[in-house]
């Protein structure tokens, strides 16, 4: 392993190895390429990083704890310590993110956004910024989506951005971000496009990797507190696109702790993919043989995305991060586990990454009395009456 890696930056070309790059139509590259000038010189700006700071402790409530599972540890005979996202405001990791992007749709002197969403919390905390910042917003969602989420698709009207359900395709995701490309092309002009996670074409999976670091950055720095000045064993976290896991493992990479993915079982990119292109990024993509883009399954909107981001295609290739699965009747599984155990009702994207670590445990591949720090993404209050639903359904 080369534990010399770094998550750095991939220079103006966007590339991660073989990976990421901008593939995008002729009319997008100057926009991709005036975010990547702005968001460059805006992350050297002690002024701009001053604002978002500011902005993530006084209105996102960060630094988020750092909490040690103590029933769970003994249920699992590892020490678990959880990274508590779901304690932000909006309940996820994405409002980091959004936020950030959101100064810079300012400083780009822009009035609107678009965003793609799949459970909806992206959108969510798309119209939560813009509301904050007194932008416009559009959030284009597919239409499967809108009926599993319809309780975000209310919140983010009430907050005054305006939902447009996508009939296209599967109805899912991937259509949105087509959508919500399509509307970019349109009115860049006046317009940013506030992508969701680490992926897309340059600069986006970098850009959206450095707003999420300071997931990995407190989690590392809380681990050392608690731990005497050494690093878990384990950084574990869930990956869609693989926005928290790479802000997680930002933190780490350069630590001997071990870093793993747990994608949806439908979803899982890294261990079904093929490296393809798609929305504007080369990356691990489920497809078939003629390049056709397969969907993606799991109960979780959220991870049921068929590709993901470049860089952690590169991690998984370089063997500095692994990537595994979890199936929905071990991820409902997990949810309980951890709503019994800890008084926590996490999301179902993070109950994949406590899913793999319970199977993990019992396999012995990871050690009894192993440090574990994992990133407990989101709060489960979205999914509980899909959760219901599937208890009710007998199919746990
Ligand atoms: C959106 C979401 C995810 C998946 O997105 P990533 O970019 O992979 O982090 C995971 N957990 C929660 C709670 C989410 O809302």
């Not at 978002?52 to 988020?64: E, I």
């Not at 999976?205 to 999420?212: A, D």
């Not at 489920?286 to 397969?294: A, C, M, R, S, T």
Request: net charge negative; glycine share 12%.
């Amino acid at each position: 392993m080369s534990s010399d890696l770094k998550m750095a930056d991939p220079g103006p070309t966007g590339r991660f190895g073989e990976f990421g790059g901008m593939y995008v139509p002729e009319s997008l590259v100057p926009a991709c390429a005036e975010v990547e000038r702005f968001f460059r010189s805006a992350w050297q700006d002690p002024a701009f990083r001053g604002r978002l700071d500011a902005l993530l402790a006084d209105y996102a409530g960060r630094p988020t704890p750092l909490t040690r599972a103590e029933r769970l540890s003994e249920a699992l005979g590892v020490d678990v310590f959880l990274k508590r996202e779901d304690l932000t405001h909006t309940g996820s990791h994405k409002i980091n993110n959004v936020l950030g992007q959101g100064l810079l749709t300012l400083a780009m002197g822009k009035k609107r956004m678009v965003a793609e969403t799949g459970a909806g919390q992206h959108g969510v905390a798309t119209a939560t910024a813009a509301a904050l910042f007194g932008l416009e917003c559009v959030v284009y969602m597919g239409e499967v989506d809108t009926e599993r989420q319809a309780l975000n698709v209310f919140r983010m009207k009430l907050l005054g951005a305006r939902v447009e359900p996508v009939r296209s395709g599967s109805r899912t995701l991937k259509d949105a971000v087509n959508e919500a490309m399509r509307d970019w092309v349109a009115t860049v002009e006046d317009t940013h496009y506030c992508l969701g996670s680490v992926m897309g074409p340059h600069p986006y999976p970098w850009m959206v990797r450095e707003f999420q670091s300071v997931i990995g950055n407190e989690a590392r720095e809380q681990c050392r507190k608690v731990l005497g000045g050494a690093d878990p064993d384990f950084v574990v976290a869930c990956v869609g696109g693989g926005s928290n896991a790479a802000g997680t493992f930002a933190g780490f990479v350069s630590t001997r702790a071990r870093l793993v993915g747990v994608e949806a079982a439908g979803g899982a990119a890294v261990g079904r993919g093929i490296p393809g292109v798609l929305h504007g990024m080369r990356s691990y993509l489920l497809q078939d043989e003629w390049g056709q883009i397969l969907e993606a399954e799991s109960i979780s909107a959220g991870l049921d995305y068929p590709g993901i981001g470049p860089e952690h295609a590169w991690l998984a290739d370089a063997g500095r991060a692994e990537y595994h699965s979890a199936s929905d009747a071990e991820v409902l599984d997990a949810l309980k586990l951890l709503a019994r155990t800890e008084g926590i009702i996490p999301a179902l994207e993070p109950a994949h990454a406590l899913a793999w670590l319970v199977r993990a445990t019992r396999d012995g591949i990871v050690p009894a009395g192993s440090t574990v720090m994992m990133t407990l993404s989101g709060r489960g209050d979205k999914d509980a009456e899909t959760v219901m639903g599937l208890l009710q359904e007998g199919s746990v």
